[in-house]
């Protein structure tokens, strides 16, 4: 293509076409040519070129000039970066463009306006350069957008002021870190038809999860008007994920959906005023999802379509960071933007690091809390900052360390921000520009937690948290913690499959990389617990208690659902999911919820429906309520809930374990109730497994063995039922140890039954982690599976494969000698 033409139509540019256009550009061309087949919409426009740029510094003859100002800026005193780039932006912005440069923009708008039939098209007019599509760096964000554009007079002066925004503060401070000559990156412009979001909604969505760079997911967020305060944090927005693998197969597969703080959007002004202005959302409004459903998957869809282009034409994978808007006046949905993404995709994918806090007590000091950004600790001195004009920056007294906290941030704070031990904001998502930069930086970040700046003090020493899942904890003090790198590469494979125990849908994804096949115990009391924190039969009748206080807590917390019934089906289903996602091709064992009676007491709404228990370890818990006329339809919202995730969302990973069932009989009687939900064990492969830990579970193991497919040993019920104690009770705690003689006969048996019917056996708990003894024990017995927590992972596949070995040695030992001694085994003879 000539690389001196000063306008080009959207449509003749493509990916090819960096130096000419920009990367923004080049891939929003490369979308219209290349996918149209698959009804991508993107909105038609035209280009101004590097070409006219540099037709613009030079009739202007601002290059030297803007050298000879660059070269005294020290950047490391803000004051200097901001009076230069200033006067830099101020050289640009004060420039006049060229005879021959005005005709041709001025015949493109025309053009674009008679194509939409209209004066003086709306438009929206971005920034392109040269250096967004490099591999060792991310200039994507670093220069501005102007929208709703009218007039010639007003795009000529926002295609101007584009051009000064190459030279924005933090533009420079990036630069020059990196090495880069500011003349040897180049700006283009689009100017594209505007898609009227004002009277919809708009946002971003990555083609991977922004936090742990898990791929199978498409990650959302939005908000209701133009996408500027998605983008900018003002506002805390919708957020929803969907999983890959199933989306491709035609399954609805949305695994998340999270409701934001969306109380303001930016629309169109008035005319002969502001181009845009930011209004009030209605309650109404705010109260429900910014995108339909519909929306959604379309919208997923799309972003896997274009990564797999992109993946395709650079020959690897290009997880892909794309702009979305929806057209409130045909409601249809349009792609503004998508460029790569430029984090995760650099990172070694090899190595985990694992942050343990020491801190036992740390709970009784979180002050607030707010959504991760990272996997990171940082501790330092609160500085507090609110309306904080641009010429004010230089004179802040921001220490190195400091914790930066504040509204929002703001994209010229950027030479600051890297001094943060942390970032806090009260506004923002995962794709705000705090969290954009923090990733970044590699600094940890907590985003939209509401009140940071009323609720912390200047000078207050705090911990912020980012390495404990989704949510970000703010501590008060100092807190101690220990990081540990893991490589990947040394992790030893073991026969003895190692799964895990996943507790939290939010850090199911940073667990995918861990090498374990699947996951051993999902608990549901974890998601009912954090998520839900309602009890199921207050969600179902709370309307007939006559309880004002109830009924209005509950409305609040069911805010975007339908009722109470479909908030409990669909928040546990997404929290099944996300973790059955994370572990797609391995099998994920959920177990339906074994809370006791005064576990349940303690959810909202629970005392009108937990009776009180004199020993509710051993009470009403587990299978025996789910056939209850007193439970059942509770339980039945977790059957739906199961359903939605395998049937409708496509994860058939999913296996469902019944905890605490004492009989076989009891076993057919839950059988019967999930039947009546329509959950049936070998329908669509539905798997179900029972939790063995009551010693019936072990004394009648052939019996039950015909009615399920497989047993996983709880060894912690298993081992105080055995031994008749209470784990909860210090008085008789030097008792319980489940490598008691007769817990072990217990298991040996067990697993000798589980053999012999030709089913599943295996065990999650602590206990295989904790003492090599009993791993051994259990490889020798030819347990299946060993389940344990993440944070023993590493260690226990080391000790595994030790093991693993050395009863190998000793098998070659027997060979040669025809007996082995195996010291609590007794003498084993060939």
């Known amino acids: 293509m000539d690389n001196q033409k000063l306008v080009l139509n959207l449509h003749e540019v493509g990916i090819n076409d960096i130096e000419i256009v920009g990367g923004k550009n080049a891939s929003l061309g490369e979308m219209l040519q290349n996918l149209k087949e698959l009804n991508i919409r993107i909105p038609s426009g035209y280009v101004i070129t590097v070409a006219a740029y540099e037709c613009f510094i030079n009739f202007n003859r601002l290059k030297q000039q803007i050298e000879e100002i660059v070269g005294r800026i020290d950047l490391d005193d803000i004051k200097s970066l901001q009076s230069n ?225 992109y993946s395709q ?93 504040t509204n929002m941030t703001d994209p010229d704070w950027e030479p600051i921000m890297k001094n943060a031990s942390a970032i806090i904001t009260n506004k923002g998502g995962r794709t705000c520009h705090a969290a954009i930069v923090a990733r970044e930086l590699g600094i940890p970040a907590i985003v939209g937690c509401g009140n940071a700046t009323t609720l912390l003090e200047i000078g207050q020493l705090i911990t912020a948290s980012c390495a404990e899942g989704a949510i970000g904890l703010i501590y008060e003090g100092e807190i101690t913690y220990k990081m540990e790198e893991f490589s990947l590469d040394d992790l030893p494979k073991t026969k003895t499959p190692i799964m895990l125990n996943v507790a939290s849908p939010e850090m199911a994804f940073q667990f995918s990389r861990f090498l374990n096949k699947g996951v051993g115990l999902a608990r549901e009391e974890f998601i009912i617990n954090n998520y839900i924190q309602i009890h199921p039969l207050a969600l179902l009748y709370h309307e007939t208690l006559d309880d004002s206080y109830l009924s209005s807590e509950i409305a609040k917390r069911i805010r975007g659902f339908k009722d109470g019934r479909t908030f409990f089906i669909e928040k546990l289903a997404y929290g099944i999911a996300k973790i059955a996602a994370a572990f797609g091709k391995d099998q994920v064992i959920v177990r339906f919820s074994d809370f006791k009676s005064n576990e349940y007491f303690n959810l909202l709404g629970g005392k009108y429906y937990e009776p009180k228990e004199e020993n509710p370890m051993i009470g009403w818990r587990g299978a025996s309520r789910y056939y209850s006329d007193a439970y059942k339809e509770a339980f039945g919202l977790e059957c739906l809930a199961i359903r939605k995730v395998r049937e409708s969302m496509g994860l058939k990973n999913v296996v469902v374990m019944i905890p605490f069932c004492r009989t076989v009989k009891e076993l057919l009687m839950v059988y019967d109730t999930m039947k ?104 020798e017995e030819g347990i299946d599976t060993i389940s344990v927590t993440p944070d023993s992972f590493f260690k226990t596949a080391k000790a595994i494969y030790k093991i693993e070995n050395e009863v190998k040695n000793m098998g070659h030992f027997m060979k040669n000698n025809k007996v082995l001694d195996l010291g609590n085994q007794g003498m084993i003879a060939d």
């Open 676 to 779: 009546t939900f329509g959950l049936v064990r070998g329908k669509n492969g539905l798997e179900i497994y029972l939790m063995a830990e009551v010693p019936s579970n072990v004394i009648m193991a052939e019996e039950f063995a015909q009615h399920i497919d497989g047993f996983s040993i709880g060894s912690n019920d298993l081992t105080q039922l055995v031994l008749g104690l209470d784990r909860d009770s210090s008085l008789v705690a030097h008792l319980y140890d489940e490598r008691n003689e007769a817990v072990k006969k217990m298991i040996k048996m067990l697993i000798a039954e589980a053999k012999k019917a030709k089913i599943k056996v295996g065990i999650c708990g602590q206990g295989p982690s904790d003492f090599p003894d009993f791993a051994q024990f259990l490889v």
């Open 313 to 405: 034409i650079k020959n690897k994978w290009c997880p892909m960071d794309v702009e979305w808007a929806v057209d409130g006046l045909n409601n249809q949905l349009y792609i503004v933007q998508a460029r790569p993404e430029t984090i995760h995709s650099r990172k070694r994918a090899n190595t985990v690091i694992e942050y343990t806090i020491a801190d036992q007590d740390r709970v009784d000091k979180i002050i607030l809390q707010g959504i991760a950004v990272g996997d990171k600790i940082g501790t330092g001195k609160v500085n507090i900052l609110s309306n904080l004009a641009k010429d004010q920056i230089s004179t802040l007294n921001f220490a190195k360390g400091d914790v930066l906290v």
């Open 85 to 309: 780039g200033s006067k830099v932006r101020k050289l640009i912005e004060g420039g006049k463009f060229p005879a021959n440069l005005v005709d041709e923009i001025s015949a493109a708008y025309l053009t674009l306006s008679n194509i939409h039939g209209v004066v003086n098209v709306d438009v929206a007019v971005r920034s392109s350069a040269t250096a967004e599509d490099l591999p060792d760096a991310s200039f994507a964000g670093q220069q501005d957008t102007f929208l709703n554009i009218c007039g010639i007079d007003a795009l000529l002066n926002a295609i101007r002021n584009c051009f000064a925004s190459l030279f924005t503060d933090r533009a420079i401070s990036y630069r020059q870190a990196f090495g880069y000559d500011h003349f040897q990156i180049g700006l283009s412009v689009c100017i594209q038809k505007m898609v009227r979001s004002d009277l919809a909604s708009s946002g971003v969505a990555f083609s991977l999860d922004t936090e742990s760079g898990f791929k199978d997911v498409v990650l959302i967020n939005g908000s209701y008007g133009l996408g500027e305060l998605v983008v900018q944090g003002a506002i805390s927005p919708d957020e929803f994920i969907l999983y890959k693998p199933t989306l491709n197969q035609g399954f609805h597969a949305i695994i998340e959906k999270k409701l934001g703080v969306k109380d303001k959007k930016m629309v169109y002004g008035d005319v002969g005023e502001e181009s845009v202005t930011i209004i009030p959302v209605s309650n109404v409004e705010q109260d429900q999802f910014c995108l339909s459903e519909d929306h959604i998957i379309e919208l997923g869809k799309w972003v896997v379509a274009i990564e797999h282009y």
